[in-house]
């Protein structure tokens, strides 16, 4: 009698099999070249391998997962426990074993090529003027003749001192008040922050920090910012833990409201990532913990809300109502962050239904409102924030485009890290490819390379790598504009193989342990429906507004900072524009974050300017799936993108064959 099979996805890269009951989850992932690392050869000694069952049903695998579909605790994992301390829920992937579907969580410290977080500090001048001052006071004593309490004392003196008047003292200080008043023969240094003193310092204190966070879908990136001079002192990010609940916005949704009080989870697993990135961060500056006195944190609108704990089921369907999308200020502890409890912190407003505080940040980095220019600010991510204006006039939309950007939903795709292909270019007369590796210096057809890559493989292609892919095999003739694949090159290069009813192009072929790098026409269909969707939001922005053409492009996000803008406008992701005004400005919504957490008077700013943005629903635009439809050729359909063919060799115009008719029977 055959044993059963149960499916199997682990994440966040998605990859899914079927496996016999019993198959240690080891195994299974190195079935399918899942990253897990393992020191000890599956003995349970190393604890590399540790994973987490995800609970709950996933109806986007068709999964109902639970721990209870996992072997029971093993006796190695319980010594493994006793020598290095409790696995806070985890299991020893070696020594788990499958006896049910599973949806399977690879955190980041179990992988062997962890995560390069790419989102880079965009350094510039910021006129400094922090939420919270720090205010140096001298507290009269003590006297039997003066009745006033310490915390009253302190007011007053503050006010006299200071012209500080009107102030209270946040409740969380009361506990330690006389003791900080006389550890320092009643000199201290105030934090204030608008009308209240949220710390109290011993003496003369000279150094507080502040936080600003990105809660991007896919990662989670912080700058610890020294707010007396401004200075970025650390930066910290990691993958954001919410990804074994969905790739996507849409599926976290769905993950809601298949299990009721899933937000719960959801707004848990975030709150837990904002501590790790904190501590982190002042893990690296050496800065206690208590001396982080602000925040401002920034997320696309269903980041926002699961962070504030508010379900976003609303978010899922039209109108897209969200619970609020003015300015939300409130403190540390309302979060549970690891900080003083009484730091404030500032969420900047939501523009629409699918267009975040992220975006309100990005804007706020880039104020084209401000500018004569038509400007396309496009953020590209698992969902793309697109903005369009000048002075005069700004709109902003959003288009799902997807994971495929990121690596995901492609046969051999990754995210950016080490031995990820990141460029690439195709020779079109020979056919013959060379790339450069994430972690390596030379390209692959240049000296020392061998040697270089030895140290990492070359483990995938991450989404700047598959955006170049695919437009070097339009140059070379790999595909027709319509984005099929060219079999008859299988006659002339053997790069081009069968892969059933399609062909594949082999970028770096199997050989000594090295897997086969593809692209198929499945890769090649995933970039063109993300791409359209992109591109059919700027259409109906650049119809709303209205203009046939823009005069700069700015790019954002990390994916935006790693792509060639030759290679974003040759596939059809942005508009044609001349190719010297398109330029990549980095993690704009961090730099708006900082922008926001330095300068307060940025804040007013950037909310009078949201109030004044135009929202376009592509959702429900009447011409959204025409531009959508015309957008899915390379680079499109009927736009002739001029700019970029005056510096960019025309491909042939090859098309796919129309089928045949077939003549009716007389």
Not at 294 to 302: E, K, Q, S, T, W
Not at 331 to 358: F, M, S, T
Not at 437 to 463: K, L, Q, R
Request: a negative charge; aromatic letters at 4%.
């Amino acid at each position: 009698m055959s044993q059963p099979l149960y499916p199997v996805v682990f994440q966040p890269s998605g990859r899914r099999g079927e496996f016999v009951e019993g198959t240690p989850l080891l195994d299974a992932a190195r079935q399918l070249g899942v990253d897990i690392d393992s020191l000890c050869g599956g003995r349970g000694l190393c604890g590399r391998c540790q994973i987490l069952c995800a609970e709950g049903e996933f109806p986007k695998h068709q999964i109902a997962s639970t721990v209870g579909n996992l072997s029971a605790f093993t006796a190695t994992e319980q010594k493994f426990e006793q020598r290095k301390g409790s696995l806070d829920g985890r299991r020893l992937s070696c020594h788990a074993r499958i006896e049910g579907p599973l949806v399977i969580d690879v955190p980041p410290s179990s992988q062997i090529h962890r995560q390069v977080i790419k989102k880079d500090i965009d350094e510039r001048e910021i006129e400094l003027d922090p939420a919270v001052r720090l205010f140096y006071v001298e507290v009269p004593v003590a006297t039997l003749d003066d009745a006033r309490g310490d915390a009253e004392r302190l007011l007053d003196a503050l006010a006299e001192q200071w012209s500080r008047t009107g102030l209270r003292i946040d409740r969380s200080l009361l506990a330690d008040l006389q003791r900080t008043l006389r550890a320092d023969e009643w000199r201290v240094t105030a934090a204030i922050a608008d009308d209240t003193v949220i710390a109290l310092f011993p003496g003369l204190h000279e150094s507080a920090y502040g936080l600003a966070v990105d809660v991007g879908s896919t990662t989670i990136a912080a700058h610890l910012c020294d707010l007396v001079s401004g200075r970025v002192v650390a930066s910290s990010g990691l993958m954001n833990p919410q990804n074994r609940y969905g790739e996507d916005l849409m599926s976290r949704v769905t993950n809601v409201m298949m299990n009721p009080g899933g937000e719960e989870e959801l707004t848990s697993a975030v709150r837990e990532a904002l501590s790790d990135v904190l501590l982190t961060a002042c893990s690296q500056a050496q800065v206690p913990v208590d001396e982080v006195l602000a925040f401002v944190i920034v997320g696309n609108p269903i980041m926002h809300h699961l962070l504030l704990g508010i379900d976003p089921t609303e978010l899922g369907g039209a109108p897209f109502a969200l619970a609020v999308d003015s300015a939300v200020t409130l403190q540390a502890r309302d979060l549970e962050l690891p900080a003083n409890p009484a730091a404030p912190v500032y969420l900047p407003p939501c523009i629409a239904g699918h267009v975040g505080a992220d975006c309100a940040a990005a804007i706020l980095a880039h104020p084209l409102y401000r500018q004569d220019p038509v400007t396309l600010l496009v953020d590209i991510g698992t969902n793309a924030e697109i903005v369009l204006g000048n002075k005069d006039r700004v709109l902003a939309c959003s288009s799902p485009t997807g994971p495929a950007f990121e690596g995901a939903q492609i046969s051999a795709g990754q995210r950016a890290t080490l031995g990820a292909i990141e460029r690439l270019r195709i020779d079109p007369q020979t056919r013959e490819v060379r790339c450069k590796v994430i972690g390596v210096e030379p390209w692959s057809d240049e000296d020392g390379f061998a040697a270089a890559v030895a140290a990492t493989g070359i483990t995938g292609i991450c989404g700047s790598g598959i955006i170049e892919a695919v437009g070097e095999m339009l140059l070379a003739g790999v595909i027709s504009a319509d984005g099929l694949m060219q079999g008859s090159l299988a006659d002339v290069t053997p790069r081009m193989q069968p892969d059933g009813e399609s062909h594949r192009f082999v970028l770096i072929a199997a050989q000594d342990g090295q897997p086969e790098i593809a692209v198929t026409q499945n890769d090649v269909r995933q970039i063109q429906l993300a791409k359209a969707a992109l591109y059919a939001g700027v259409r109906l922005l650049m119809d709303a507004y209205p203009t046939d053409a823009v005069d700069q492009i700015q790019i954002a996000g990390a994916f935006g900072s790693n792509i060639d803008p030759k290679y974003a406008m040759l596939l059809g992701l942005i508009p044609d524009c001349a190719l010297e005004s398109v330029s990549a400005v980095g993690n704009a919504a961090s730099t708006g974050a900082r922008v926001a957490l330095l300068n307060l008077d940025s804040r007013a700013e950037i909310e009078s300017a949201v109030r004044r943005i135009e929202k376009i629903e592509t959702a429900i635009a009447d011409d959204f799936q025409e531009h959508f439809v015309a957008a899915m050729s390379i680079p499109h359909r009927s736009d002739p993108f001029d700019e970029l063919f005056r510096v960019v060799a025309r491909p042939a115009a090859t098309t796919a064959p129309k089928r045949r008719r077939r003549r009716p029977r007389r």
